[in-house]
């Protein structure tokens, strides 16, 4: 069984439309995360969620809206998709907050 | 804002061949992690480290952090070509009494490993 997963795998969209990104994790973790991978391989965090509730929120536009329906899940929704958007986005989950971090496959998001 | 510097950028060697890759920062901190990513994947754990001068071994890779807990190392013997991969080091700043725990990310290695 996959410890983390990420749906889709792949995103190709225009400018200006929305999308989501799903995230689930089976290990029982308390913790969540999302990054951002840009194409410098850049790794670079932009919110963390602990027992549904949000505790890290880097300076990420606010086209941003993570939400976190229970534990196991956490979603990206991003509003009005820019060129700029275009990385790849992993998903993780650690015991505690700041723990040893257990990654998702990556969404990797192309913006025409 | 802390400083934390991963170096060499990029690395290329033969198949045997030895390497060290060193992350370094101006700041102290309370652990450090280095994760493995291969092409196409997510980041994989590969050790944490806690304690200054605390020295890890992972079959050929060893893991050192600094005494000050400052800056850390890993060291490879005898490289394979699986070893290839973007090795990240990830030292963790816990804020006692509050609940900002966060990783930061270094900008990697990126390592190849020619057969």
């Known amino acids: 069984d996959t410890a983390v997963s990420q749906t889709p795998k792949y995103l190709v969209t225009q400018m200006g439309n929305d999308k989501s990104i799903k995230c689930e994790q089976n290990l029982g973790h308390d913790t969540m995360y999302w990054y951002k991978q840009d194409s410098k391989k850049f790794l670079k965090i932009m919110f963390s969620y602990n027992n549904k509730e949000l505790i890290i929120n880097e300076t990420v536009p606010n086209r941003f809206s993570p939400k976190s329906p229970d534990k196991a899940h956490l979603n990206l929704h991003i509003n009005s998709l820019e060129l700029g958007d275009s990385a790849v986005y992993f998903c993780a989950s650690s015991i505690i907050a700041g723990g040893s971090q257990f990654f998702g496959p990556g969404t990797r998001l192309t913006v025409l | 804002t802390q400083l934390l510097e991963q170096s060499p950028q990029f690395l290329s060697i033969q198949e045997g061949e030895n390497l060290t890759v060193y992350c370094n920062s101006s700041?102290?901190?309370?652990?450090l992690q280095w994760y493995r990513q291969e092409p196409g994947e997510g980041p994989v754990l590969l050790v944490t480290?806690?304690?200054?001068?605390e020295v890890k071994k992972l079959k050929r890779l060893t893991f050192q952090f600094g005494d000050a807990r400052k800056d850390s190392s890993l060291h490879i013997t005898a490289a394979q070509p699986g070893d290839t991969g973007l090795y990240l080091c990830a030292p963790n700043n816990l804020n006692s009494g509050g609940s900002n725990y966060k990783l930061t990310f270094g900008k990697g290695t990126l390592l190849t490993v020619n057969p």
């Open positions: 700041s102290v901190f309370s652990s």
């Open positions: 480290v806690v304690t200054g001068g």
